[in-house]
């Protein structure tokens, strides 16, 4: 029996050569896991390039290769077309192999911050599928799941929106990044707000203007900030 189990599970497992992916937040050459995979795998990997991500999957701008023993290297999509069975019965009553996989493993390797990211829900997905095809490629939503294998730090969500409104009264180089205009229209509104979708709508606003603020202003306000917190005595945590 163990030896039928081994037999089947080797006629099962096939070698993928999957998608990396060189955002300049990645690690550099042999630092990045993901470059240490790619070249597992026999794969070249520039050691002076950034590798961020390896995708495992359907999706078309990376999609992975199977390495089919009758038919050599072929496209994962392909293969479960013609395999679905491959994907089990339970799989197949939700989904069709014909549309490949709903989900992208990805393995990060990150030396830098990411960029900021919104993940629309499965209603605004289609419709800005159809409205922006060349930018939403797909009409999925974009729910996620970490596990780290390392250290990792991650910022999710925002603070508490009267905590956004108390910084904004006192710390000065925050302010600073808007204009006074602004800062009283979103105090007011948050003030002014009855139901949690006029303070979504009040922290929209406000977050729209600080992410078209110039770069060069944001770095002189965080260097401006930073020597002040370091001579001021009796700093708090959060100022630490």
């Known amino acids: 029996m163990r030896e039928y189990r081994r037999k089947l599970i080797h006629e099962c497992v096939l070698r993928m050569r999957c998608k990396a992916q060189n955002y300049a937040w990645g690690k550099c ?3 990045s896991i993901v470059q240490q995979l790619l070249v597992c795998g026999d794969m070249e990997a520039d050691d002076s390039e950034k590798f961020a991500e390896l995708w495992m999957g359907t999706h078309p701008n990376g999609p992975s290769m ?19 069975e491959a994907l089990g019965e339970k799989f197949l009553d939700t989904w069709p192999a014909t549309e490949g996989l709903p989900f992208l493993f990805k393995v990060l390797s990150v030396g830098t911050a990411l960029s900021i990211q919104a993940h629309p829900d499965k209603q605004l997905a289609e419709k800005l599928n159809t409205k922006f095809p060349s930018i939403y490629k797909d009409d999925n939503h974009k729910p996620e799941l970490a596990c780290a294998v390392t250290d990792f730090e991650a910022l999710c969500e925002f603070r508490p929106i009267g905590q956004i409104v108390n910084f904004l009264r006192t710390v000065p180089e925050f302010r600073d990044l808007v ?31 600080i992410m078209h603020c110039e770069p060069s202003l944001v770095k002189e306000k965080l260097h401006k900030l930073c020597v002040r917190l370091a001579e001021k005595k009796n700093a708090t945590d959060l100022e630490r």
């Open 179 to 209: 204009s006074n205009e602004c800062a009283e229209q979103f105090e007011n509104r948050v003030d002014a707000a009855d139901t949690d979708e006029d303070r979504r709508q009040a922290l929209q606003y406000f977050y729209r203007q």
């Open 66 to 84: 199977v390495n089919d023993k009758k038919r050599g290297a072929i496209l994962l999509t392909d293969y479960l077309e013609k395999r679905p």
């Open 29 to 31: 050459g042999k630092e």
